[in-house]
Nanobody, 125 residues
Framework: QVQLVESGGGLVQAGGSLRLSCAAS????????MGWFRQAPGKERAVVAA???????YYAASVKGRFTISRDNAKNTMYLKMNSLNPEDTAVYYC???????????????????WGRGTQVTVSS
């Protein structure tokens, strides 16, 4: 019902910045709660940031102050601006949505109904 496509990943030097985008289709974007997760090889998938239908945000402690999540409902697109990147940020980044505006536990992958295929972010030393 919902399709998600991430873009904007790539290779960046430590201290640099990237902006990820997640384009959604299939349902009314404005009513979705959305989030970004990341997963490195051999590690569990972990939340990066989340945003409710009303614009409330949640950030993992490791990225708070460096990353900014936002959404443009008119474009059916969510963004993740990543500043001051370091090698521990290297991972595949996934866009996720749920069919309601917010999750009781936005940090839990099981709260989300749809996932994109991921985009690779690599930060060099």
């Amino acid at each position: 019902q919902v399709q998600l496509v991430e873009s904007g990943g790539g290779l960046v030097q430590a201290g640099g910045s990237l902006r990820l985008s997640c384009a959604a289709s299939g349902r009314t974007f404005s009513n979705y709660g959305m989030g970004w997760f990341r997963q490195a090889p051999g590690k569990e998938r972990a939340v990066v940031a989340a945003i409710s239908s009303g614009g409330s945000t949640y950030y993992a402690a490791s990225v708070k102050g460096r990353f900014t999540i936002s959404r443009d409902n008119a474009k059916n697109t969510m963004y993740l601006k990543m500043n001051s990147l370091n090698p521990e940020d290297t991972a595949v980044y996934y866009c996720a949505v749920r069919s309601t505006g917010w999750a009781s536990r936005p940090f839990m992958p099981t709260e989300y109904d749809y996932w994109g295929r991921g985009t690779q972010v690599t930060v060099s030393s």
